[in-house]
């Protein structure tokens, strides 16, 4: 198994590592793990913040730190092979909890652009 930190080594970035390290070792998994700090790497995976983690190329959640508990289900689901992120594989129960997932910046965004649209025709 391969893991990837994506991140440029913030206070959650470090947290991540760290917590991750303890699941794989509490878990006994054979597992490398790489710290990846570089812009443009990190952007080739497409994710809009950080830190993000990476099971065998596969971005499995970004944005936020995840409790062990929820890195242990990770770690230990069986993903389908398009896993976007986080917001669309629901680690816990192991299920897609909806059949169109986006990233929730780019729903943010939409619903701006529609609100902006809404305004500037009402005007």
Do not use: N
Not at 16 to 36: C, D, F, M, N
């Amino acid at each position: 198994m391969h893991i990837k930190i994506l991140g440029p080594g913030c206070r959650k970035c470090i947290k991540l590592e760290k917590e991750t390290r303890s699941a794989v070792q509490q878990l006994g998994l054979e597992a490398t793990i790489e710290k990846v700090t570089a812009f443009p790497d990190i952007a080739a995976y497409g994710i809009m913040s950080t830190p993000g983690l990476v099971i065998d190329e596969q971005v499995v959640d970004s944005g936020r730190v995840p409790k062990r508990q929820e890195i242990l289900g990770l770690l230990t689901a069986d993903r389908p092979a398009s896993v976007a992120s986080s917001h669309c594989w629901d680690a816990g129960r192991g299920v897609w909890p909806r059949l169109t997932c986006r990233p929730r910046r780019r729903l943010v965004v939409s619903d701006l652009l529609r609100a902006s649209r809404a305004s500037s025709t009402m005007a």
